[in-house]
């Protein structure tokens, strides 16, 4: 099962990267759809830009709390799930914020979700080394 759940992680990150290759040249006509507002349509290009790079490192995140879930661990998935919000993405959000106005909050996001996603596979890691140190009762 942990083979499986590496293996997903390693996907997200490499199709989410792939995505994210495919939006660089798509950004700025994307922007242009949704206003004609020059400073709207930076501001979502820049979004668009940036948050972007860091699903992959989410989607690890994401893994990890419903391997958690199926392993009947639910208090440390929503533990987890609290850590990457409220001591991750809001404070580095808000402090990206103070630093470089909305451009500084994504990028307190991107890497909110990237430091997440990082903890997300060491977390696994560990739980994988105790889940197979244990031994199986006969």
Same mark, same amino acid.
């Given at each position: 099962?942990?083979?499986?759940?590496?293996? /997903? &992680?390693?996907?997200?990150? =490499?199709?989410?990267?792939?995505?994210?290759?495919?939006?660089?040249? *798509?950004?700025? %006509?994307? !922007?242009?759809?949704?206003?004609?507002?020059?400073?709207?349509?930076?501001?979502?290009?820049?979004?668009?830009?940036?948050?972007?790079?860091?699903?992959?490192?989410?989607?690890?995140?994401?893994?990890?709390?419903?391997?958690?879930? /199926? &392993?009947?661990?639910?208090? =440390?998935?929503?533990?987890?799930?609290?850590?990457?919000?409220?001591? *991750?993405?809001? %404070?580095? !959000?808000?402090?990206?914020?103070?630093?470089?106005?909305?451009?500084?909050?994504?990028?307190?996001?991107?890497?909110?979700?990237?430091?997440?996603?990082?903890?997300?596979?060491?977390?696994?890691?560990?739980?994988?080394?105790?889940?197979?140190?244990?031994?199986?009762?006969?």
């Amino acid at each position: 099962a942990f083979d499986a759940l590496f293996r /997903a &992680m390693r996907f997200s990150i =490499l199709f989410q990267l792939l995505i994210f290759i495919a939006m660089v040249p *798509l950004s700025a %006509p994307i !922007a242009s759809m949704f206003s004609q507002e020059p400073a709207v349509q930076n501001k979502l290009w820049h979004y668009l830009i940036v948050v972007p790079a860091s699903y992959g490192m989410q989607g690890v995140m994401m893994m990890l709390v419903s391997a958690l879930n /199926a &392993m009947k661990k639910p208090v =440390l998935a929503f533990a987890i799930n609290l850590m990457r919000l409220f001591v *991750l993405l809001l %404070p580095m !959000a808000w402090i990206g914020s103070l630093l470089d106005n909305t451009e500084g909050m994504f990028i307190g996001i991107a890497a909110a979700n990237g430091i997440a996603g990082m903890i997300a596979y060491g977390i696994a890691l560990l739980l994988r080394r105790r889940t197979l140190a244990t031994p199986v009762p006969t």
